[in-house]
């Protein structure tokens, strides 16, 4: 497996969010971590994104850790019996009082603010701005809507909502080097505009908890599907912001699709490691399933959880 410098010794995580159970897209991811943990003395940190208090449920949580101890998966750092035991930062829904202490952080250096938008003006005052930047050209079906900045300057007062912006300005683009993909650009104001760092129901997003706990946790290397990609340049201002020095390494994975292009998803009760097992697969067989399913090269004979590190040798 050709890979740029992976840094021997690097921490990373899995971080699955527990809206559901877990399906052999995050196994894929899973086999990436580990295998590449074990084949380069790094150490895996667990992390429970269930920010979205609408969404998650202790009981997915209580499913994933059930199937990643089957799979023979443990972490360095966080590992399944502390989720068991209590409350820890490694899990987003115990962490509230960080990300509101980098928010307040972040405000005080007038660098976030108060959005009052909704998702339709969002999207209308979008297509304005796409007509001018565009003209004649209709609005492509999957770029990215774009905060156009309504509130930047509206003094919205602090108590009008809980919804937060943060300033995505940056002198130059982000450049990165995906350790799979190679160089990325990317420049954040034109992708997505200022960043939602709380929602208006009060829920800090993904972008946010992520960013910080990134920082916090000490992960120097990201290892992640592709769908992730356009997320990285954002993130890595995000952390900058937040006073990080050295943003992490990045290395962004093929993803399993359906035949006709889709993503794996939880909700939609696609292949689920509980309906594997419920139909007789080892843990062995599912792990060389995914390693062949994510683009490694291995042709999907079982393979046991503690020769990982074999994929990348
Ligand atoms: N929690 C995210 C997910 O389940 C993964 C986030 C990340 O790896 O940055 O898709």
Known sequence: MILREVPRGFTTRFAPAPTGHLHLGHIVNAVWVWGLARAYDGRVILRIEDHDRGRCRPEFEQSILEDLEWLGLDADIAPISAFRAGRLPQRQSDNGARYEAALAELSSRGLAYACTCSRSEIERAWADTWAREQPGIPLLEGVEARYTGTCRHRQV???????????????????????????????????????LVRDRHGNFTYQFCVTVDDFDQGVNLVIRGED???????????????????????????????????????????????????FGASPAAVLGRAAHLGGLPHDGSPIAADTLHRLFR
Not at 165 to 188: K, S, T, Y
Not at 243 to 268: I, N, Q, T
């Open 157 to 195: 007062p602090a108590d009008a909502t809980p919804a937060r912006r943060v300033i995505m300005d940056a002198e130059d683009p982000v450049v990165f080097e995906d350790l799979r993909n190679g160089r990325a650009v990317q420049d954040p104001q034109r992708q997505c505009g200022d960043l």
């Open 228 to 278: 992730l990609l356009e997320s990285t340049g954002r993130q890595i201002l995000l952390s900058r912001l937040l006073g990080r020095e050295r943003a992490p390494e990045f290395l962004h994975h093929r993803l399993v699709r359906h035949p006709d292009g889709r993503k794996l998803s939880k909700s939609a009760g696609d292949t689920g490691v509980r309906e594997l097992r419920a």
